[in-house]
């Protein structure tokens, strides 16, 4: 089984940039979808964004189009979320996800592994 391990979450001011890092053991990581999704006090876990195993998409929610970016590095099983211009409403757990059938990124069903989430919390 995959294990997923996310890191980088602190507080940062509005307009702050951040990076998040998601590293994954196992050398099947690196042939799966992988996500990021968010969840805020009261709210439901969502989706952020995902990218596939050649890097394809990259797919984004519409509140983070132009201001996140994921990537990834299978040689050494990490991927990344880098996200500027924070904006309070960007305040949430972020979990690292995979999905070895790459199929439907946006659902968080077909995700079987994920994180423990690592917290991001934006000032204003």
């Known amino acids: 089984q995959v294990q997923l391990v996310e890191s980088g979450g602190r507080l940062v001011e509005a307009g702050d940039s951040l990076r998040l890092s998601c590293a994954a053991s196992g050398r099947a990581f690196s042939t799966m979808t992988v996500g990021w999704f968010r969840q805020a006090p009261g709210k439901e876990r969502e989706f952020v964004c995902a990218?596939?195993?050649?890097?394809?998409?990259?797919y984004y929610a519409d509140s983070v189009k132009d201001r996140f970016a994921i990537s990834r590095d299978n040689a050494k099983n990490m991927v990344y979320l880098q996200m500027n211009s924070l904006k309070p409403e960007d305040t949430a757990v972020y979990y690292c996800?995979?999905?070895?059938?790459?199929?439907?990124?946006?659902?968080?069903?077909?995700?079987?592994?994920w994180g423990q989430g690592t917290q991001v919390t934006v000032s204003s």
């Open positions: 990218i596939t195993r050649t890097g394809g998409g990259p």
């Open positions: 996800a995979a999905d070895p059938k790459g199929w439907i990124y946006s659902r968080q069903t077909t995700y079987p592994y």
